[in-house]
């Protein structure tokens, strides 16, 4: 009888083994699911939060192109600048600059070009870029006025 009772415990003590594995396998298998799951959330969240940055710098740069040939229709000596963006301004939590070139297309009299350039969020060091230009063709002195020849 004491053959037997060894017996029975061992095989039970062995069952206890396989079980402790299965559930330590289980968990393991769990845990890992869980971090590829919280890797594609944050993953997810980073490409929403660059689409976004991008979306808005492209903005933003339009933005400045509308606001140079405003400032070109009324200031003829108008030259560019540096358009800082408060956060508030733009309904977030950060700020944006533009900077707004004018040159002169040389083939051209009457032509020039505008280049605006999107920091945002300004003065971050991972911050999204974004540059449009636009050939602009500046009104004469009659089309101002209104004389004609």
Same mark, same amino acid.
């Given at each position: ?52 940055? %991008? ?70 060091? %991972? ?7 636009? %050939?602009?063709?500046?009104?004469? %002195? ?8």
């Amino acid at each position: 009888m004491h053959l037997f009772q060894y017996h029975h415990n061992k095989h039970r003590t062995q069952r206890r083994g396989v079980a402790i594995i299965m559930v330590i396998a289980f968990y393991a298998v769990a845990v890992a699911m869980v971090g590829v799951w919280v890797r594609s959330a944050l993953d997810h969240q980073q490409q929403v939060r660059r689409w976004h940055e %991008k979306t808005q710098a492209t903005w933003l740069a339009e933005a400045g192109m509308r606001r140079a040939v405003a400032r070109i229709s009324y200031d003829e000596h108008y030259a560019g600048e540096r358009w800082l963006i408060e956060s508030a301004k733009l309904g977030g939590q950060f700020s944006a600059d533009v900077l707004i070139q004018i040159e002169p297309v040389e083939e051209i009299p009457n032509l020039i070009r505008i280049i605006a350039t999107a920091h945002y969020p300004a003065g971050e060091q %991972k911050r999204t870029q974004s540059t449009m230009t636009l %050939k602009y063709s500046l009104p004469t %002195k009659t089309e101002t006025t209104g004389e004609s020849s």
